[in-house]
């Protein structure tokens, strides 16, 4: 692999001259250079513009970066030199907080008062607190218990939005012929709506077991974690003849990780810090349709 890395920042404004001057100065104090490689370019939504780092750049040195980007709202990301886009035929991703606003879990829990506690233990898990997403979610499940599976339906209706630039995502990615695969530690019922909608080639997710009308507070079968979020995304690039390296991942929590790891290209989307730092895009400005100039 070259000994240089490539670094795409991404605005829903111009990018300001200052930040390239802001960014070329602190690369310098690490002993590297920064040059620009064809300019700035707008796709008519967003600006890109592509820089070329004379050498690789650790966690920290790729941190400091992200904090001046940030300081002019702009997100920072950082690619393999090697990387062609003609090599990406899979985008697969999170449902949860990244193609959707919601974590669908918690707000089925508000219909028995107890959407705190549950998203309790959600956010500690997508932090990395909680490292067993299974025992995780058996213990969130079970606080469903006795709620009417018509609440399932409402939760999808009433409070269940696209993220940003995910329709928009799905059609650019159908558009240039890539698998897409929708990867959940959440549930079916979700998964399968937005299948319908979005397109999605490949669907998993968890299916919650349902008696009378009611959920039990169990859950069917395997469940989908980290683990098997990377099975399925290694098992689809695999009958498709390619691998992970051809793909580009996209999530917001710590059972992501295993999924997004060695990938073509990480997207980190409005995520925890824990993903951030180990994912090769973090978008907290832009949408997930930024993701096609990543790609272009």
């Excluded at 895009?281 to 993701?291: E, N, Q, T």
């Amino acid at each position: 692999m070259p000994n240089y890395q490539v670094l795409v920042a991404l605005s829903r404004e111009p990018i300001a001259e200052k930040l390239i001057f802001s960014l070329k100065d602190q690369v310098l104090k690490l002993g590297i250079s920064l040059h620009s490689n064809g300019g700035q370019i707008s796709n008519g939504s967003y600006y890109s513009e592509r820089f070329e780092a004379s050498a690789h750049l650790d966690t920290t040195q790729r941190e400091q970066l992200r904090t001046i980007a940030a300081s002019f709202n702009i997100d920072l990301c950082f690619l393999r030199p090697d990387l062609l886009p003609q090599d990406i035929c899979v985008l697969a991703m999170d449902m949860d907080s990244t193609l959707i606003n919601i974590e669908c879990i918690d707000e089925i829990a508000d219909f028995t008062g107890k959407k705190s506690t549950v998203a309790e233990i959600t956010e500690a898990t997508m932090r990395g607190e909680i490292k067993d997403f299974k025992e995780s979610l058996r213990r969130r499940v079970a606080l469903l218990e006795g709620v009417h599976a018509n609440a399932l339906e409402s939760v999808y209706r009433e409070r269940l939005r696209p993220n940003p630039g995910a329709v928009e995502l799905l059609a650019g990615a159908h558009e240039r012929g890539l698998y897409t695969l929708l990867v959940s530690g959440g549930f079916t019922f979700f998964t399968e709506k937005l299948r319908e909608q979005l397109g999605f080639k490949q669907t998993q997710a968890n299916t919650l077991e349902i008696i009378d009308g009611k959920l039990t507070g169990k859950v069917l079968g395997d469940i989908v974690d980290g683990a098997a979020k990377a099975a399925h995304l290694d098992e689809a690039c695999a009958r498709l003849g390619c691998t992970k390296a051809n793909a580009i991942t996209m999530g917001d929590g710590a059972n992501d990780l295993m999924m997004m790891n060695g990938s073509g290209i990480s997207v980190a989307y409005k995520a925890k810090p824990v993903v951030k730092e180990k994912a090769d895009a973090a978008f907290d400005r832009v949408g997930l349709d930024a993701a096609l100039l990543l790609i272009s």
